[in-house]
């Protein structure tokens, strides 16, 4: 007889103990680590491609937009925009490299850097520039004194500022 030899309380009473692992996920230290850097507070936002973030952020030290991202920036650090990246908004930081698509008011008291495939278009105000043949700035812009309290220069600029005729 099959069936007596198939006993329901026997099959149930062996319970094997498993011991459940979390998953470690990139960028978050390992359970039990101690963090590297007393620095390092994690204050990183990632926008990825196929995201898009509409609103405020405040308080970021480090934006990376690969997506597409329509908000006001404040109180942050750096921002950086990839060549998938769209930002449209504003931002008063410290430093800024484009390397994609940015519209609006930006205000960099630090070095912004626009790379070959970079374009901003609206108002600038920078501490140091740079710029690689390639990279466009379409609207005013604007040098930051040394203070920091006004202007030191000021040109409008309504081409590219790599000389081509796009």
């Known amino acids: 007889m099959a069936n007596e030899d198939r006993n329901p309380q026997s099959a149930s009473a062996f319970r094997p103990e498993i011991?459940?692992?979390?998953?470690?996920l990139p960028g978050n230290p390992m359970r039990g680590a101690q963090p590297t850097d007393?620095?390092?507070?994690?204050?990183?936002?990632?926008?990825?491609?196929?995201?898009?973030?509409n609103g405020q952020i405040t308080a970021c030290d480090q934006l990376v937009v690969q997506g597409r991202v329509?908000?006001?920036?404040?109180?942050?650090q750096s921002i950086e925009i990839a060549e998938t990246?769209?930002?449209?908004?504003s931002a008063v930081i410290q430093e800024a490299t484009i390397s994609g698509h940015f519209e609006g008011n930006l205000t960099v008291r630090?070095?912004?850097?626009?790379?070959s495939k970079g374009r901003i278009e609206g108002d600038v105000r920078y501490g140091?520039?740079?710029?690689?043949?390639?990279?466009q700035i379409i609207g005013t812009v604007e040098a930051l004194s040394a203070t920091g309290a006004g202007a030191a220069s000021a040109a409008p600029a309504s081409a590219a500022s790599d000389g081509?005729?796009?």
């Open 110 to 115: 630090g070095e912004l850097t626009i790379t």
């Open 70 to 76: 329509e908000a006001a920036l404040e109180n942050s």
């Open 128 to 135: 140091r520039l740079c710029v690689e043949s390639g990279g």
């Open 38 to 53: 007393a620095g390092d507070s994690g204050k990183k936002l990632v926008v990825g491609r196929d995201i898009v973030l």
């Open 19 to 24: 011991t459940r692992r979390l998953p470690e």
């Open 164 to 166: 081509d005729d796009n």
């Open 85 to 89: 990246g769209y930002f449209k908004g």
